[in-house]
């Protein structure tokens, strides 16, 4: 991998929940000056106190190199490289408040997954009309669940930005044994496959909970992938991102594994409960949930047909049982299968 051709340090990562807790915890395990701030005050006290996150990511230390601030103007100003890691129904309030106090050329990059609430505007194009020109921006995404990351366990992820040197810079500020990164230009196609897997990892719960088995769950990640594909190219992003980490590979982890909040909240919703008790059973921000509402937005826009998407959305906000949602599904007429990108939008 190339040197890092940018300064990043100190970073300063904003939210102090358990992904960007672990995603400041794997740049100081580098021996990287890393700031982590978080907007509940008496949850910063206990990490400085305790010198780790037992809220989120119990019993595992920071590095040294990883200091918990409270200061929230100072350490804007101070930091050369900003992570957001905040919910994507917080991220253009956030980026507002860093707005006055952030110096011209500092990076900006972030673990927010989802698309801006109400307008649907991917949030590249949020954070360039905020932030201004003057700040590289990127996202990063890819397959991994905090607590195994803030552990060492072996994960890969992309990072994607337009501005190569940040790209390059980033990637080596993360890199290490057991976290492989992988860099990427296609912005657009990396925030597009961490979005729409969150919506189809509900479906694939709703499923399971159903007690409908493994074959209705390949089923839908399959058929979902092909989905994610027609989106993909309607919007002009690249392929063969959707067949990488950020991709299929984000698809399949968060589909499959229960520490996954979106299937946590299918489950949930399979095995009965309202869509109100299944929140509060999974007790934390589902991104899923905003996403569906703003992906079949854009889709319908865009004249792309996202029929899992599509039962999702009446599932969650027009009160449909998920058993009508199944049975809508299977009633699709017969067709061909066709998984390509180039076939037709309406499949």
Known sequence: ??????????????????????????????????????RNEAHLIEMQRAHSNE????GLSFPDSLTVVA????????????????PSVAFSDMLKQI??????????SWATKGLTPETGRFLDETAADIL?????????????????????????????????????SLAAAMHSATLRIYT?????????????????????????GLGFGANARAALITRGMAEILRFAASLGAETETMFGLSGIGDLILTCTDNQSRNRQLGLAIGRGLTVNQAVAEVGKTVE??????????????????????????????????????V?????????????????????
């Open 55 to 58: 809220r989120y990511l119990s």
């Open 327 to 347: 049975q809508t599904l299977l009633c699709r007429e017969q067709k061909a299968e066709a998984i390509s990108p180039t076939s037709a939008v309406k499949n």
């Open 1 to 38: 991998m190339a040197e890092s051709t940018l300064n990043l340090f100190p970073t300063l990562v904003i939210g102090a929940g358990a992904w960007g807790t672990a995603l400041a915890i794997a740049i100081a395990r580098n021996g990287n000056e890393v700031l982590l701030w978080g």
């Open 288 to 325: 899923g949930m905003h996403a569906a509402r703003e992906v079949l937005l854009r889709a319908r826009q865009l004249g792309v047909d996202m029929p899992i998407v599509e039962q999702v959305y009446k599932i969650l906000f027009e009160e449909v049982d998920p058993r009508e949602s």
């Open 99 to 108: 707005k006055p106090f952030i110096v011209d050329g500092t990076a900006v």
């Open 71 to 86: 200061d929230f103007e100072q350490a804007v100003s101070r930091a050369k490289h900003i992570l957001v890691s905040v």
């Open 184 to 208: 990427s230009s296609d912005v657009l196609g990396v925030q597009i496959g961490g979005t729409v897997k969150n919506v189809l990892a509900i479906s694939a719960g709703i499923a399971d």
């Open 132 to 168: 201004g020109e003057s700040h590289a921006l990127a996202v990063i995404s890819g397959p991994s669940f905090a607590v195994e990351v803030a552990k060492g366990l072996p994960t890969a992820m992309t990072v994607a930005s337009a501005d190569n040197a940040f790209n390059q």
